[in-house]
């Protein structure tokens, strides 16, 4: 038999051989466990216009969002949409606000005053909507509200996110020549229909990604010009047409309910008003949550 004879030298060369071959084992790229991608939920804006008692079809439209499951994160008002708007900031549901709405009177919302400027004060209705909220400022609403006046001075745009929530409420709808304008911080600030009837552009500054907005404005010719007042709402009607065309392009959805048919000046319309605002809202669901769910995937 030959004897082989094995230099130590060999052996430390298979040991580290082996020793290498264990460390590419372990040095193996670990498993990459893929986490899902979480997505930020939409930002959804309630933007809801003026035009006086028509302003009811507003509750017919968030009580038909609730059934869906359609919540706001913001919620921007115009006139009539600034007092529904206050209350559903606040907290209330659908079904609260029209509690509110039937138990409202004329005379709980309307004060005569000598005529100065309007023939209405407005306290009353700051006052309604201040003890609505519990003297809540806007800033300590439960969701962002944001009500829009218009500053009479300049014609320019005003934007209420703070302060006293009654009195910016009040200052939205100061109708021109009925309501007397509203001094605030030494400006005067009357209607925000005469600017901005359903302020779109104002809810995607505030961060919106979806909007739904409410446009309860007429076409003019559908309006009658039988009294003083029917010639001021025909007027803002004229109006809002014109700034319609551009707003309402920028908002996702716009939900219109049928007021043509609804007294402006008379609140025995409002129980027609919020079936009417029930109805629209129910037609456009379909494309509503369409439009919403895709914008949800594409985030």
Not at 158 to 172: E, I, K, L, Y
Not at 231 to 240: A, G, K, N, R
Request: glycine content about 8%; charged content about 20%.
């Amino acid at each position: 038999m030959i004897a082989i004879k094995i230099r130590p030298a060999y052996w430390l060369l298979v040991i580290l051989l082996l020793a290498l071959t264990g460390c590419s084992n372990l040095m193996q790229q670990p498993e990459v466990i893929t986490q899902p991608v979480v997505r930020p939920a939409p930002k959804i804006a309630l933007v809801l216009g003026g035009g006086g008692t028509r302003g009811f079809a507003h509750i017919g439209v968030i009580k038909y969002l609730e059934t869906q499951g359609i919540v706001p994160d913001i919620i921007v008002g115009t006139s009539a949409g600034s007092v529904v708007g206050s209350l559903y900031a606040y907290g209330y549901n659908g079904f609260e606000i029209q509690k509110l709405a039937i138990q409202m009177e004329e005379q709980s919302v309307i004060d005569w005053a000598w005529p100065d400027r309007g023939i209405f004060k407005g306290d009353a209705l700051q006052k309604f909507i201040n003890t609505a909220v519990k003297q809540s400022p806007i800033e300590k609403l439960k969701r962002p509200f944001a009500a829009v006046a218009t500053d009479l001075s300049s014609g320019e745009v005003m934007v209420f996110r703070t302060g006293n929530t009654g009195q910016a409420v009040r200052a939205s709808s100061a109708v021109p020549g009925v309501f007397q304008p509203v001094t605030i911080a030494g400006r005067s600030y009357v209607d925000g229909g005469l600017v901005r009837p359903v302020p779109v552009s104002e809810a995607r500054a505030l961060g919106a990604d979806f909007v739904i907005a409410v446009d309860i404005s007429n076409k003019p010719k559908s309006n009658t010009t039988a009294s003083t007042l029917d010639v001021l709402m025909q007027t803002f009607d004229i109006m809002s047409q014109t700034i319609n065309r551009y707003e309402l392009p920028k908002a996702d959805i716009v939900i219109r309910p049928r007021t043509q048919d609804i007294d402006v000046s008379n609140l025995d319309g409002r129980h027609i008003a919020v079936l009417e605002g029930e109805k629209a809202a129910a037609a456009i669901m379909p494309e509503l949550k369409a439009k919403l769910e895709k914008l949800r995937k594409g985030r």
